[in-house]
C-alpha cells in the first residue's frame, strides 16, 4: 500500500478584520452591529479609514469619503480614530497569536505572518492551529474581533490566501492545487500589483489570471521589468525557494571606528545617524522594507573592566539592543527607532567613551510583500516616503551628502564609504 504524504504549508498569514471598527465595537458595545466608521477627523470631507462590515453592506469601503458614506447610509455611525487604543489591542493580539505560534514578522498594525516548522505543517494540524488563533483572540483579546487566516507554502501565498475568504476566513492553498486555485482572482488581488502595474500588464496583454500563469519565469521577469517578476513566478508555484540570484538580502547595515575627534556621545550619535542614513538609502534602492533595526555600541574601558578586546587593540565593552518596527523604509521613522534605542544604550563612566558604533536593519521584506497600513499615524509611508525619495533623487545627482538629517552634522566627513573585495556598493 502507497501512502499519500499530507500536504504541508510553511506559512501562516493572519489579517484582522475591519481592524479598527472591530476594536471600537469591542470598546463600545453600543456599537455593535451597526454600521459605523472610523475617520481621521469628524468632517465630510475626510474619508473613512475603517468601516464596519455593517457599514461595508451598503458600500462603504475604506477611502470612501464621509460625505458620500452618510448618503449610501444616513444612518452611519461615525467615529474618530482613537489611535493609542489600536495600538494597545495590536500588542495584544500579537501576545495571543504569540501563545499559539511565534511570529515571524508583523506586517502592519492589523496583519502578521508566521513560519510554520515541523507539526504545525501538514495541512490538518495547520488548519487547527488557524482557528486555534482565532478562538485564542476572541477569548483574550476580544469578543468581536475576527481575523482571516491563510496558510500556504510561501509567505506570499499565505498573504493571498488570507484576502481569499473575508470575513473571519480561513483559507488554504497547499502545494497540489497550484497553480489552479488562483484563477478565480484577478491580477490586481495579487500583493505588489496596483494601478500603474495593472495597466503596464494590461498594455502587454495581460488581464486575467489564466493570462498570468500562462507566462514562463523570463517572460514573468519581461512583463513585470525586474527581478520580482521572476521571483513572483516562483511563489505562485508555491515555492519558498532560496535562489541567490532571486533571493532578496536578510538585512542591510553599515559600521564604523569613530576618529579620535568623534568618541563623544555626541559624536558617535551623529556617525549612528550617517550610518543609519546610508542604510535607509540602500534599503529603499533595494525596494526593500525593514521591520527591525539594531544599534551596537562598543565602549573603550580599562582592562580590567573589559569583555575582550577590538581587532585594533582597544579594550572594549560591548552593547546592543534591537527594536522591532511597524514596516518601513523611510530615514523619519528609522531615525525614531534608532532614537528609542539610543535612549535605551547604557550610561555611567564606563560608557562614556564610545569608539564603534553600528546600525543593522533586518527582517527585510520586498514591495511584493509589503502592505501599506491603514494607520496614518504610526505608518506615514505617504508624505515621509515622498520626502525620502525626494533626498534619493538629490543625493544621487549631486553627491549622498547633498541632503540629509541634522542628527548627522558632525559626521558628515566620517563613516566614508569603501568597496568591499566580495561587493561593489550600487548605490555609494
Request: charged fraction near 25%; hydrophobic fraction near 40%; proline fraction near 6%.
Given at each position: 500500500m502507497?501512502?499519500i504524504a499530507?500536504?504541508?504549508l510553511?506559512?501562516l498569514?493572519l489579517?484582522l478584520n475591519s481592524?479598527?471598527?472591530s ?9 455593535r452591529g ?5 475617520v481621521?477627523v469628524?468632517a465630510?470631507t475626510?474619508?473613512?479609514i475603517?468601516?464596519?462590515y455593517?457599514a461595508?453592506?451598503f ?7 464621509v460625505g ?8 452611519l455611525k461615525?467615529v474618530e480614530?482613537r ?7 495590536h500588542?495584544?493580539v500579537?501576545?495571543?497569536v504569540e501563545s499559539?505560534v511565534?511570529?515571524?514578522a508583523v506586517a502592519s498594525?492589523d496583519e502578521m505572518?508566521c513560519?510554520l516548522?515541523?507539526?504545525?505543517q501538514?495541512?490538518?494540524?495547520a ?6 488563533i482565532?478562538?485564542t483572540?476572541r477569548?483574550?483579546v476580544?469578543?468581536t474581533?475576527?481575523?482571516s487566516i491563510?496558510l500556504?507554502?510561501n ?23 497550484l497553480?489552479?486555485a ?5 491580477p490586481?488581488?495579487l500583493?505588489?500589483v496596483g494601478?500603474?502595474?495593472e ?5 502587454q496583454?495581460?488581464?486575467?489570471m489564466a493570462?498570468?500563469l500562462?507566462?514562463?519565469r523570463e517572460?514573468?521577469?519581461e512583463k ?9 513566478w516562483h ?11 532571486l533571493e532578496?538580502p ?5 559600521s564604523h571606528?569613530?576618529?579620535p575627534?568623534?568618541?563623544t556621545i ?9 550610518l543609519?542614513h546610508?542604510?535607509?538609502?540602500r534599503?529603499r534602492?533595494a525596494?526593500m522594507w525593514t521591520a527591525y533595526?539594531t544599534?551596537?555600541?562598543r ?15 582597544i579594550?572594549k ?7 522591532r518596527?511597524?514596516?518601513?523604509q523611510?530615514t523619519?521613522t528609522l ?5 528609542k534605542l539610543?535612549n535605551?544604550?547604557p550610561?555611567g563612566a564606563?560608557y562614556?567613551?564610545p569608539?564603534?558604533?553600528?546600525v543593522t ?6 514591495d511584493?510583500?509589503?502592505t501599506l497600513s ?11 516616503g ?7 533623487a538629490l543625493?544621487?545627482?549631486?553627491g549622498?551628502e ?6 548627522m552634522q558632525?559626521?558628515r566627513a566620517a563613516?566614508?564609504?569603501r568597496i568591499?573585495f566580495t561587493?561593489?556598493?550600487d548605490?555609494f
Open positions: 502507497t501512502l499530507e500536504p504541508r510553511r506559512w498569514f489579517d481592524y479598527f471598527a476594536v471600537e465595537q469591542e470598546m463600545c458595545p453600543e456599537l451597526i454600521p459605523m466608521a472610523v481621521p469628524v465630510d475626510t474619508v473613512c475603517a468601516a464596519s455593517e461595508k453592506a458600500g462603504i469601503r475604506t477611502g470612501t469619503q458620500e458614506a452618510k448618503r449610501l447610509c444616513p444612518g461615525i480614530a489611535h493609542e487604543i489600536y495600538v494597545d489591542y500588542h495584544r500579537v501576545e495571543a499559539c511565534p511570529v515571524t498594525i505572518a513560519r516548522i515541523g507539526r504545525e501538514p495541512l490538518l494540524a488548519l487547527d492551529l488557524g482557528r486555534r482565532k478562538a483572540i477569548e483574550k476580544g469578543s474581533l475576527r481575523c491563510g500556504a507554502p509567505r506570499y501565498l499565505a498573504k493571498v490566501a488570507s484576502d481569499m475568504e473575508k470575513p473571519d476566513g480561513l483559507t488554504a492553498l497547499p502545494q497540489d492545487l497553480p489552479h488562483l484563477l478565480g482572482l484577478t490586481r488581488d500583493p505588489g494601478a500603474r502595474m495597466k503596464r500588464l494590461n498594455a496583454g495581460i488581464h486575467t493570462d498570468v500562462a507566462l514562463n517572460q514573468m521577469g513585470w521589468g525586474s527581478v520580482g517578476g521572476e521571483r513572483l511563489w505562485l508555484r508555491g515555492e519558498d525557494f532560496n535562489d541567490e540570484e532578496h536578510k538585512s542591510i547595515g553599515h571606528v569613530l576618529g575627534e568623534l568618541r555626541e559624536g558617535a550619535y551623529a556617525v549612528a545617524n550617517k543609519l546610508k542604510a535607509a538609502m534599503l534602492t525596494r533595526i544599534l551596537t555600541i565602549f573603550a574601558v580599562e582592562k580590567h573592566n573589559s569583555s575582550g578586546q577590538h581587532s585594533s587593540g579594550p565593552q560591548d552593547w546592543n539592543e534591537s527594536a518596527l511597524v514596516e518601513c523611510d523619519q531615525i525614531e527607532g534608532l532614537q539610543w535605551a544604550r550610561k564606563r562614556e567613551k569608539f564603534f558604533v553600528g536593519l533586518t527582517e527585510l521584506v520586498p511584493e510583500l509589503h491603514l494607520f496614518p499615524e504610526m505608518n506615514r509611508d505617504g508624505s515621509r515622498r520626502v525620502a525619495m525626494t533626498m534619493d543625493n544621487q545627482k549631486y549622498t547633498t541632503l540629509y538629517f541634522g542628527s558632525l559626521a563613516a566614508p564609504t568591499a561587493a561593489i556598493p548605490l
